[in-house]
Structures are given as structure tokens and as C-alpha cells.
């Protein structure tokens, strides 16, 4: 249910737990607010893979004379290592190029980050901001910010394949 909510929503939300409460924007509110929009295709996609894992496998890994947490652990996670990472990645994806629930919470710095507590700068709300400037430089820049946003996300997907891959021939 919580995967069809609209960013702008969980921004509301998480301005109304942490920013009311604390009385300041913080990119621990930021944090508050990307981590609700992650968390339902986390847990879909990782429910999803641990479900792909046949019962055979886990049963002959009992066989074989495995307890439960080995075969949780060494069986059914490392088969479903992929579906997990792909979920991540899902999650890690959409939070990187939301800008609402940020200004709603973590509102936005012209300046270096300086504390968890602070108003801190974010590469979304960057790009939105400087998207709609007249001046034809900040537009440049928010072309150039959007580029290096998606090959960051491409980056990751790209590593996080390489680990997931090696870590499967491994074993």
C-alpha cells in the first residue's frame, strides 16, 4: 500500500514527525522522509526473491544437517542475494531523484554540508532549483548535475552487479 503513496505525501508526512517536532530542517528529516519512499520496495522485492527460493533447496539443506539460521543464511539469503540487490538498487534509484519530501524536510543549502542537524544541500532539489533559474548558466549546470546524477545510479547498479556476481561464483 505504501508503495503507491506520492512523494510529495511522505515529504507532508515526514515534515509533520521529525521538522515540526525538532523545529528545523535536517538532513536527518531528508534521511526520515527518503527512507519511508524506500522501504516498501525493499521489503516487496526482498519478500519476492526469499519466495523464489525453492523448498527443495532449503529442505536439503536440512538434510544435509544444517540448522535453521545456516540454512536461512548460507542457503536461502545467497540464492536470493539478486532479487535483493535489485530491490536496493529500485529503492536507491527512486530516492536519489526525489525532490519533494527534501524540501519538505531537508530544505535545501547553497553551502558545504555541515551537520546532520542543518539545512543540507541535495543533488535533486539542485537540479529543480537551478531547472527553473532565467540564468542560462544554472540551467547548464542543472543539465550537468542531472548527468552525473544518473551515472552515479548507473555506477552503482554497474558495482553492485560486479560484487553480487563474484560473491555468487564464490560459493
Known sequence: MLSGVPSIVVGVFAYGVIVLTTKSFSAIAGSFALAVLMLPVVVLSTEGALNLVSNS??????AL????????????????LPGITTGVLLAVARA?????????????????????QNPT???SVLIYNYANSPYVEQTSLAW???????????????LSRLVTRNRLDIQ
Open 57 to 62: 533447496q532449503r529442505l536439503a539443506s536440512a
Open 65 to 80: 544437517g544444517s540448522s535453521r539460521f545456516q540454512t536461512t543464511w548460507r542457503v536461502v539469503l545467497l540464492s536470493a
Open 96 to 116: 536519489a531523484g526525489e525532490t519533494a519530501p527534501l524540501i519538505f524536510t531537508a530544505l535545501f543549502s547553497q553551502n558545504w554540508f555541515s551537520g546532520l
Open 121 to 123: 544541500p541535495s543533488m
Open 144 to 158: 550537468t548535475a542531472s548527468v552525473v546524477l544518473v551515472l552515479m545510479i548507473l555506477l552503482i547498479n554497474i
